[in-house]
């Protein structure tokens, strides 16, 4: 038996429990149901690593940007639970991840009449043959149905796992995702030699949890380049991440695109924040002074190949410059390498996987990649067809410019947005303040950089 909506949404992460709220405030009215996969709303629970923040003002948090009145704003999440002025009293620049972590649950938590936790899609389907009568059917592998006029994919982007270690099927080798999960177990089991691939925050912070909660754990941190590079945070740098942006961004062409990502790569990717650095950097020099130095710092190294042997993985490396080969054996992989964009590329992907047995319904680019629309949303591939509504939520980084997907910078202009499409999709108005009511590209915000 189906449950019927006008709004399904899969995923209940920040991207969608910014449209939640977003909504509740400006459409009320609107029949919506949330699926996520996860048992509780838990927002990158695998990194609740100690004292690591969130990167971002904490007034960049799921409503504020877009009604500060709102009750739903990170600074209202501390006067109702009693921490306001021992939060004021901190003097920190950026909030605890725990913390941030804690006002997503908190917020989330308001809307548990409307969302299905431990409800993992199976299949998405049209239903209905003409226009006004189509809908979507999105079915669970727990045996759950929901029919709905709208559908609303914020399912977060695909772990990138880099070629060498995609086929080797072992526990021991896993992303940055399941990293809280698995390694205290990893190391209980007697694991001592761990592998980290990549340089990017993430792996700053992992490297120095592995130092400091687990003395006998001896990391290999495997690095393309000489060394950890520190975040682009310059304020006119960050600049490029306000809203004003994400027209100039959507608008240019695919060259003036990969230009614009190539200057801003390191506001995000491959590079951390001066703490963490300094953290990490006084960690080896202790380790120096104490004879005993845990860490290896493989720089300048090409991972060619990985395999395994028995419960151990062995590494093959290449350097950069003077060609010598490293070979090595590990306990396991921890893999801070990111995630997939749309593109044509090998690290990328041409549509989310679970809208790949819908693909022959929907307009792509000439390079075959998933076209989305300036609203988020996706049309159908016969210019004359129709389409039931289909949006992407916290996707389109690709198409919409580095603030987009992976960040607070704009999640809740962008609710906004998708309110505004997803009313007009229904024949109502929703009550948007006129800051809010514009595009992402006409509304002022100071930018983040923390997975949404």
């Not at 927002?43 to 799921?62: K, S, T």
């Not at 029919?147 to 609303?152: K, Y």
């Not at 994919?153 to 399941?178: C, K, M, Q, W």
Request: glycine fraction near 8%.
């Amino acid at each position: 038996m189906s449950n019927e909506y006008d709004v399904i949404g899969i995923g209940f992460g920040p991207g969608n429990l910014a449209l939640a709220i977003a909504m509740e405030e400006v459409l009320p009215g609107v029949k919506a149901r949330f699926v996520e996969a996860k048992p509780a709303p838990d927002w990158q629970d695998g990194m609740m690593i100690h004292r690591a923040n969130i990167q971002h003002h904490p007034a960049i948090d799921l409503v504020t940007p877009r009604n500060p009145r709102s009750r739903y704003t990170f600074i209202n999440y501390l006067f109702e639970n009693g921490l306001l002025f021992k939060h004021f009293n901190l003097g920190l620049e950026y909030p605890l991840r725990k913390d941030y972590a804690r006002y997503i649950r908190w917020a989330a938590s308001q809307f548990d009449s409307i969302v299905d936790y431990r409800q993992r899609v199976r299949e998405i389907s049209l239903i209905g043959s003409t226009p006004g009568s189509q809908g979507y059917l999105v079915t669970t592998e727990e045996g759950a149905s929901y029919r709905g006029r709208i559908l609303v994919l914020a399912t977060g982007r695909t772990p990138y796992i880099p070629a060498p270690f995609e086929a080797l099927g072992s526990d021991r080798v896993f992303h940055l995702n399941h990293y809280g999960h698995r390694i205290a177990r990893l190391v209980e089991r007697g694991a001592t030699q761990i592998a980290v691939i990549g340089a990017s925050q993430s792996a700053v912070e992992i490297l120095l949890d592995l130092c400091h909660r687990f003395p006998s754990v001896e990391p290999v941190s495997y690095l393309r380049h000489f060394g950890f590079r520190l975040k682009d945070t310059s304020p006119f740098m960050e600049a490029s991440v306000h809203p004003e942006h994400v027209a100039a961004f959507y608008e240019a062409s695919s060259e003036d695109k990969e230009r614009i990502n190539d200057d801003l790569r390191y506001l995000n990717y491959s590079a951390a924040d001066m703490d963490v650095l300094k953290d990490l950097y006084l960690t080896l020099y202790e380790h120096e002074i104490d004879a005993r130095q845990r860490v290896t710092l493989l720089n300048n190294h090409v991972i060619q190949g990985a395999s395994r042997e028995g419960d151990r993985l062995r590494i093959t490396a290449e350097g950069r410059y003077r060609r010598d080969r490293d070979e090595r054996m590990v306990d396991a992989v921890i893999l801070a390498t990111g995630f997939r964009d749309f593109g044509p590329g090998p690290h990328q992907e041409r549509l989310p996987p679970l809208l790949a047995p819908l693909e022959r319904h929907f307009q792509l680019d000439a390079r075959g990649v998933l076209h989305v629309n300036f609203d988020y949303s996706v049309s159908p591939r016969d210019p004359g067809g129709s389409l039931p509504p289909l949006f992407l939520n916290g996707l389109c980084e690709a198409s919409h410019g580095i603030s987009d997907a992976g960040s607070f910078s704009l999640l809740s202009l962008r609710s906004a947005k998708l309110a505004e499409s997803i009313g007009r999709a229904l024949g109502q108005r929703p009550n948007l303040p006129r800051s809010a009511a514009v595009s992402p590209g006409g509304a002022s915000a100071q930018g983040g950089r923390d997975h949404a």
